[in-house]
């Protein structure tokens, strides 16, 4: 049992490696895998969420190291496409963040960002499943296999249209030129959803840099995964500097997604870039229903939400910490919301609330661990069966030499 | 080794700005090694690792 300095959680090192091993194989393939899988993963063993967004956050910085390293190898890495998106990137989440407050101030900021992660998670998971979908109708009318989808009409149109307007630069990985301005565009849109959902941007990064900018998949994965270390970096800082960090269980994580970006990155070489579209599509459907089950859950909080913090806040206990126990899973957080629900408020249909809300919460987190764990073994599969390719063909290729000699 | 991650803990009462300072470099650190370790033994196991002929290839301008 490890215990948290910060947070005062107990928990074992295990689940914080195998969490590391699978965000690794899945961010490693995709760039995805921060907020939608280590923090509800981190708070079913019983982080707290802010605690959870913190460390992951700052297991990122060094998570990405590992990853951009092996995709850099590969050749998948725009770093000059990656710095101009960052510039973009920090002004439009500073925007986004300040959206999130104005909402906030309203009280609009929960449900109106979890819709618009619903819609958007939805959008792609659609537009990325009818598109290899397409593909395969392709394949079957040509007899030509669709490898990759590089660019449409809205990249080529936006390439053409900036690629005059000073500074252009050449892109040697993409054989592309690019105008600054379209990658701080694409940084600042990706920025401001980042900022305004709370999220670390990779989700809508890839997408963005392939149908906007028309990138090839692969190229996009990699070049996304070089800016995470630059934003994950900041991330973790900022979230260091607010004491919200578990360093000990971050470094754990990084041990186990070491390995795992290994698997995740090496795979990418063995696969053609729509067949990793279609698992982004897969991933992008199962965050779409953690969070449906989630907004299903904060339905049921509203009946006693508030009337509990302010019998918290008549005890001395505020802020995180009271959103550390009215949001907690674990059984000392059930029972003080038990205490104060049913011993103080005397309402046992909060209660049946409470326990709906916990019932959802669990259920989302299920959802989103078992399709990590599928994705990781549907990924893990591919990498062994193309390896086993390659050395398939290696054999041959030096058997039929030998044959001619 | 617990008392390295105490310690950084403890320190955000003190000194915030060296705490968030502390965080990013254990992790980026931690992160380069772990990298450059891993590539040692993707490399042992005899996986080619290097640069290959990209499938998106032909579809990319001058070509």
Redo the contacts between chains.
């Keep these: 049992m490890i215990h948290m300095p910060l947070s005062g959680v107990d928990m074992m090192w295990w689940p914080l490696l195998l969490i590391g091993f699978t965000v690794g194989v899945v961010g490693g393939y995709f760039g995805l895998g921060g907020a939608w899988l280590v923090t509800p993963a981190l708070n079913i063993f019983g982080f707290p969420m802010v605690y959870a967004v913190a460390t992951d956050m700052a297991h990122v910085a060094g998570k990405s190291i590992v990853s951009s390293f092996r995709h850099w190898k590969f050749g998948h890495v725009s770093a000059a496409i990656a710095f101009f998106m960052l510039i973009g990137t920090f002004s439009g989440v500073e925007v986004g963040a300040q959206c999130l407050m104005w909402l906030n101030r309203k009280g609009l900021a929960g449900p109106v960002v979890r819709y618009i992660y619903m819609v958007l998670l939805f959008c792609m998971f659609f537009f990325m499943l009818k598109e290899y979908l397409g593909a395969r109708k392709i394949e079957k009318e040509t007899g030509q296999a669709v490898k990759d989808i590089v660019g449409n009409r809205f990249s080529r149109w936006l390439t053409d249209t900036l690629k005059d307007i000073p500074p252009v630069f050449y892109c040697k990985v993409t054989r592309m030129k690019f105008s600054l301005w379209s990658c701080v565009f694409v940084g600042v849109v990706c920025g401001f959803v980042a900022g305004i959902l709370g999220i670390g941007g990779g989700l809508l990064r890839v997408p963005s840099l392939i149908y906007i900018l028309g990138m090839p998949t692969k190229v996009a994965v990699g070049t996304d995964l070089f800016e995470v270390m630059f934003s994950g970096a900041y991330g973790g800082f900022t979230y260091g500097v607010k004491g919200k960090v578990e360093l000990i269980a971050a470094c754990i994580m990084l041990l186990g997604a070491a390995v795992g970006a290994q698997f995740g990155t090496v795979c990418t070489k063995y696969v053609y870039g729509i067949t990793i579209r279609l698992v982004y599509a897969i991933a992008c459907f199962f965050a779409f229903a953690s969070v449906v089950l989630k907004q299903v859950a904060w339905f049921y909080t509203q009946s006693y939400d508030k009337a509990v913090k302010a019998l918290l806040k008549a005890d001395g206990i505020t802020g995180d910490k009271a959103n550390i126990i009215t949001g907690s899973i674990t059984p000392e957080g059930i029972e003080k919301m038990r205490h104060y629900i049913l011993d103080v408020s005397k309402k046992p249909e909060w209660w049946s609330d409470y326990q709906m809300n916990l019932f959802y919460t669990n259920l989302g987190g299920i959802v989103v661990l078992t399709a990590a764990c599928g994705l990781t073994a549907f990924i893990l599969y591919l990498l062994f069966k193309g390896i086993a390719k390659e050395r398939a063909e290696i054999r041959a290729a030096q058997a039929q030499g030998q044959a001619k000699l | 080794m617990?008392e390295y991650?105490?310690w950084?803990?403890?320190l955000?009462?003190t000194n915030?700005?060296m705490?968030?300072?502390?965080?990013?470099v254990?992790?980026?650190g931690?992160?380069?090694i772990?990298?450059?370790?891993?590539?040692i033994?993707?490399r042992l196991t005899g996986?080619?690792?290097?640069?290959?002929k990209?499938?998106?290839e032909d579809?990319?301008?001058?070509?």
């Design positions: 617990y991650f105490e950084v803990a403890s955000h009462k915030k700005i705490s968030g300072l502390l965080v990013l254990t992790m980026a931690m992160g380069t772990l990298a450059l370790i891993a590539d033994f993707i996986i080619n690792v290097g640069s290959y990209k499938e998106y579809q990319l301008p001058g070509h």
